[in-house]
């Protein structure tokens, strides 16, 4: 085997939440590019199927289920309909998250525990059926957590609930991957993006001073692009990463350097 044979997932099953757009929608394309069949998550049903189509359009297997992942059954159906229709699930990519920007002193506690029960909660939900799937169907997989440099390092927008959440996930990735990797054979790891163009950073990246500001402060000298996510993404599920588990991967241009 070639080593870039051992970034390819044929027979593999991704599940890939906040499939409906942004970052989610280039996760599940790397996935299928890679040779994975899909099951998609996300609450937006029209959006979730475009997401889909292009899955469908590289020769891939999909589904898409309308997923909230604050809801526990959801998640729950969501990792049943991947194991009964496409046969086994071995990939998780628990990406869907919200962000909201308010004053600390000033924020509604809602939001906040809103922001939590998406962003950190969800993860939980979706990684515990995922993985009592695996150890079901006797074999390993791979959990991928989408985090944040905000969850490694301050910001300047200030967002308490959103930074919260995704140092939640950090914390979550390392004490999945104690319990799961040596005895169930399930790697967890987490990718931390820094500023990429997407949905949710759309509105902040609009603002030229803001901009401006976070480039000043990224080594590499500008806003991520989207493709570049694919490598790392590919690195922790496939078994390119085989010996890689519980780790925090920024992809940051060296947003954590400072």
Same mark, same amino acid.
């Given at each position: &085997?070639?080593?870039?044979?051992? #970034? ?22 790397? +996935? ?9 998550? /996300? ?20 589904? =898409?289920?309308?997923?909230?992942? *604050? ?27 919200? $962000?909201?920007? /308010? ?17 950190? %909660?969800?993860?939980?939900? &979706?990684?515990?059926? #995922? ?20 969850? &490694? =390092? ?10 919260? =959440? ?11 991957? &104690? ?11 987490? +990718?931390?993006?820094?500023? #990429?163009?997407?949905? +949710? ?14 480039? *000043? ?24 990463? =085989? ?10 241009? $060296?947003? %954590?350097?400072?």
């Amino acid at each position: &085997m070639s080593a870039l044979d051992l #970034f390819r997932l044929p027979g593999k099953v991704a599940i890939v939440t906040g499939a409906s757009s942004g970052l989610g929608v280039t996760f599940a394309e790397t +996935l299928a590019d890679a040779g994975a069949d899909l099951a998609l998550g /996300a609450r937006r049903v029209d959006r979730l199927e475009e997401t889909k189509g292009k899955i469908e359009a590289l020769g891939q297997r999909c589904i =898409s289920v309308p997923t909230d992942v *604050s809801s526990l059954a959801d998640c729950q159906a969501l990792v049943a309909a991947a194991v009964r229709e496409l046969g086994r699930v071995d990939i998780l990519v628990n990406n869907a998250g919200i $962000g909201y920007a /308010a004053p600390a002193h000033k924020e509604d506690p809602r939001t906040f525990e809103q922001v939590v029960a998406v962003n950190l %909660t969800g993860a939980w939900h &979706m990684a515990q059926a #995922f993985a009592q799937a695996c150890i079901e169907a006797g074999h390993g997989g791979s959990v991928i957590n989408v985090s944040s440099v905000l969850g &490694m =390092s301050g910001g300047d927008v200030p967002q308490v609930g959103y930074s919260a =959440s995704k140092a939640g996930l950090l914390g979550l990735t390392r004490d999945l991957a &104690m319990q799961w990797s040596a005895r169930r054979g399930i790697r967890v790891n987490a +990718l931390a993006p820094s500023f #990429f163009d997407s949905e +949710l950073t759309g509105p902040l990246l609009a603002n030229d001073a803001a901009a401006e500001k976070i480039i *000043s402060r990224t080594p590499l000298g500008r806003i991520g692009r989207t493709h570049e996510l694919a490598g790392p993404l590919l690195l922790l599920a496939s078994d390119a990463g =085989s010996y890689i588990t519980g780790i925090t991967l920024p992809v940051d241009g $060296g947003w %954590t350097l400072h």
